[in-house]
């Protein structure tokens, strides 16, 4: 017998399952951008490697949602322990349902994306193939446990089980994450070190500017702050200093930053701004480094006129 769908069925199903939805996205999310990091695509595209490989949000998301949608469902299962009827409840099964048939389209488009790329003879990378297990098992965890739930084979010694793998998926997807990615306090320091690169790319690029103006390098920073006067040099926001410019010759001059990381250790700011303008490279070493940058004479041998 089907029971009477009251207030309370309605939002603690609802919730749950708008819980898991938001859980199911940013774990996968989580665990594509860990991917992507431990096993990226090798191509001659620059702009590929732009998106960000921060785990930020996602962890937080999952941190949060994980207890409220393990809240729920416990909610959830003491109802059904004093109302049984309450499992038979038409919006229990209308998202149970719905939940099973995503899941298993997921699961399909899964196998059939691996099976098309084989049959295709495109090249099955470890990074593909991880993604590609990602989804098959969160859509098979997912498809599984609510297929047992309508068929009303879930007891509450099942239902521990489940949140005890639920449990362990998530932790160990959180942990591979700061493992690839590095620790909060790892991501801060990288995050630092990409701003310094792009601060010293606009001072490089208004140097370039003076050059083409005036024909010269300016002597000091100041003289191209005095030259452009909408120009503010930034400033290094981990230590609240200037960056360090020195003329070396008529053509050539020096840009240095402290920097906490190599950049080969942070695949996100070494892909990145290794070639960010022709052979340019901004890659550095832990510590102090200094670029030595080269006006192109063929590109700005004359300076602009001065209308």
């Known amino acids: 017998m089907e029971a009477k769908t009251n207030a309370k069925d309605v939002f603690l199903n609802l919730g749950a399952i708008v819980a898991l939805y938001t859980l199911v996205i940013s774990l996968v999310n989580l665990l594509f951008s ?4 431990a096993y990226p695509q090798i191509n001659n595209d620059y702009n590929s490697f ?4 921060s785990i930020s949000w996602p962890v937080a998301t999952v941190v949060i949602f994980f207890p409220i949608f393990i809240l729920l469902m416990w909610l959830l299962e003491k109802q059904y322990q004093v ?9 229990h099964r209308w998202l149970t349902y719905l939940t099973l048939f995503l899941s298993g389209i997921a699961i399909a488009a899964d196998l059939i994306t691996i099976l098309y790329y084989f049959i295709d003879g495109q090249e099955l990378t470890t990074g593909f193939l991880l993604k590609v297990l990602v989804l098959f098992v969160v859509a098979s965890l997912i498809f599984f446990y609510y297929i047992s739930d309508i068929r009303g084979k879930l007891t509450s010694k099942s239902r521990v089980v489940w949140r005890v793998i639920a449990t362990a998926v998530v932790l160990a997807s959180i942990i591979w994450g700061f493992l690839v990615l590095g620790s909060p306090r790892t991501q801060r320091l990288y995050k630092y070190d990409d701003q310094k690169v792009r601060d010293l790319m606009n001072i490089d690029s208004q140097i370039t500017s003076f050059f083409m103006t005036k024909g010269t390098l300016p002597a000091t920073m100041e003289e191209n702050v005095n030259i452009n006067t909408y120009f503010i040099p930034p400033i290094d926001e981990q230590t609240g200093k200037p960056y360090e410019y020195k003329k070396l010759n008529s053509i050539k001059y020096e840009l240095c930053a402290e920097f ?11 892909e990145r701004n290794l070639y960010p303008y022709g052979n340019i490279s901004w890659a550095h070493p832990e510590g102090k480094h200094c670029f030595t940058q080269t006006i192109d004479t063929t590109l700005y041998s004359k300076p ?3 209308r």
């Open 304 to 306: 602009l006129p001065i």
């Open 260 to 270: 906490n990381k190599a950049s080969s250790e942070n695949s996100k700011l070494s």
């Open 83 to 91: 109302e049984p009827e309450r499992q038979n409840a038409g919006i």
């Open 50 to 53: 732009s998106a960000s490989a």
């Open 34 to 37: 860990v991917i992507n990091v």
